[in-house]
Every structure is written in structure tokens, then in C-alpha cells.
């Protein structure tokens, strides 16, 4: 079957550093990603997508990046801020799906003061 | 805000009640999508509706009926519920319908069910 996961669900950082992290997925046809932030009491919120005919996509201090060959997924976040503290969702899409996204189950990250 | 509205935030509802829940967009999309997020469980797609059409229905049970009224509105109507039921229900919505590009979610409605 399908799946998306995630290495680790948590992930504990001291504010400043970098924090890194990853998501594998199964289906080879997926060709377009999207990182999601959610919040305590939000719903999810997007942060970064990366579509397949790409390998790095950069935006405000996040960079996700796209191994195709292991199927791998990787959100880092420079500097990173207590404001950054929530859980990180992976999904993965396919032109063809109507949007019908598999996301992965999550790694809550804790920003350190 | 996202543009994506659902209300209530909050309900707690017995087994044998009838509730619904509510969700409203204005962004011009035209698919919008009910999904449902347990403790420790991805989220879980139960519908999807595109140009007011349902074009999915992930297994769900039939205790779960959705309404789409027109393209800014979908309900999820609810009906005799079991406490496993319980969890965020997740209302978003995408532009044209397609698979490349991304949701905007609603903030969900927390339901419990007693």
C-alpha cells in the first residue's frame, strides 16, 4: 500500500539551532510534496511544497529538501524559534489524485528556550 | 486565518444525538475536502467533493452523511455516534480541484462523542 511516515515523532531543539526533519514515502508516482505546521488547537497549516522535478525548494528559513531515488523528505528549519514549536506533517500528492493527499503522522517538534 | 471557517470549535454530543458541523470558504476554490485527525493517527481523508459533486467516500460509515451545497459550504451531518468517533474534524479546501497545490485547512471542530 501507500504510506508516508516520518522518521522520528519528536524532536527537541534549543532555540537558534537547526532543526531537520524527515519523511520517507512509498508511492514512486507521487510528484508533488507539501510540508504542513499545525499548532496546538489550528488545523494544519502549509508551510513549503516541492514538486518532483525538483530536489531543493527554499523559502523564509525553511528548505525542503527531495531524494527520489530513496523516496526521502526533508524539512529543515534554520535558526529555529520557540514560535516553531508544533507538529510537522509530510504529504505527498499525485497530479492525478484530486487533491486526495496521504500525509504522514507527524513529528512534534519543542523549541528549547 | 486561513480562509477556511468551521464552526463550532467545540461539541460534545451523546450517542443518539443529531449535530452538524459547518464549514465556509471564500476563496474562490472549488473542492474542499472533510478529513478526520485521531490521537496518534495520520489524517484520515473521509470526503471529497469537486464542483459540488462527491467524487470520494473513503469507507465511510454511513452514521457520517456530508452535504455541499454550493462550492463556498459543506456540511457534515452526524447522526447516532460512537465514542470512537471522537476526534478533530478537519474541513479544507484546494484550488481547481487538482492534486498540485495545497490545502487550506479550517481550524476543525473538536468533537466528543458520550
Known amino acids: 500500500g501507500e504510506s508516508v511516515g516520518l522518521h522520528l515523532p519528536t524532536l527537541s531543539v534549543q532555540e537558534g539551532d537547526n532543526s531537520i526533519i524527515n519523511c520517507a514515502y512509498s508511492?514512486?508516482?507521487?510528484?508533488?510534496f507539501i510540508w504542513y505546521k499545525q499548532e496546538s488547537g489550528k488545523g494544519p497549516q502549509f508551510i513549503i511544497d516541492i514538486r518532483s522535478n525538483m530536489d531543493k525548494r527554499q523559502g523564509q528559513r525553511v528548505t525542503v529538501l527531495l531524494n527520489k531515488t530513496v523516496k526521502h523528505l526533508s524539512l529543515q528549519i534554520a535558526a529555529t524559534q520557540p514560535g516553531d514549536s508544533a507538529v510537522y506533517f509530510c504529504?505527498?500528492?499525485?497530479?492525478?489524485?484530486?487533491?486526495?493527499?496521504?500525509f504522514g503522522d507527524g513529528t512534534t517538534l519543542t523549541v528549547k528556550p | 486565518e486561513t480562509g477556511v471557517t468551521q464552526t463550532p470549535r467545540h461539541l460534545v454530543m451523546g450517542m443518539t444525538n443529531k449535530k452538524s458541523l459547518k464549514c465556509e470558504q471564500h476563496?474562490?476554490?472549488?473542492?474542499m475536502y472533510w478529513y478526520k485527525q485521531s490521537a496518534k493517527k495520520p489524517l484520515e481523508l473521509m470526503f471529497v467533493?469537486?464542483?459540488?459533486?462527491?467524487?470520494e467516500n473513503n469507507s465511510v460509515p454511513s452514521r457520517f452523511s456530508p452535504e455541499c451545497p454550493n462550492s463556498s459550504h459543506l456540511f457534515l451531518h452526524l447522526h447516532t455516534l460512537q465514542p470512537e468517533d471522537s476526534a478533530l474534524y478537519l474541513c479544507a479546501s484546494r484550488e481547481g480541484g487538482s492534486g498540485n497545490t495545497e490545502a487550506f485547512f479550517g481550524q476543525g471542530t473538536r468533537l466528543t462523542v458520550v
Open positions: 476563496l474562490g476554490h472549488n473542492a
Open positions: 467533493y469537486s464542483l459540488e459533486e462527491r467524487v
Open positions: 504529504a505527498e500528492n499525485r497530479r492525478t489524485n484530486a487533491g486526495k493527499s496521504t
Open positions: 508511492n514512486s508516482a507521487s510528484d508533488y
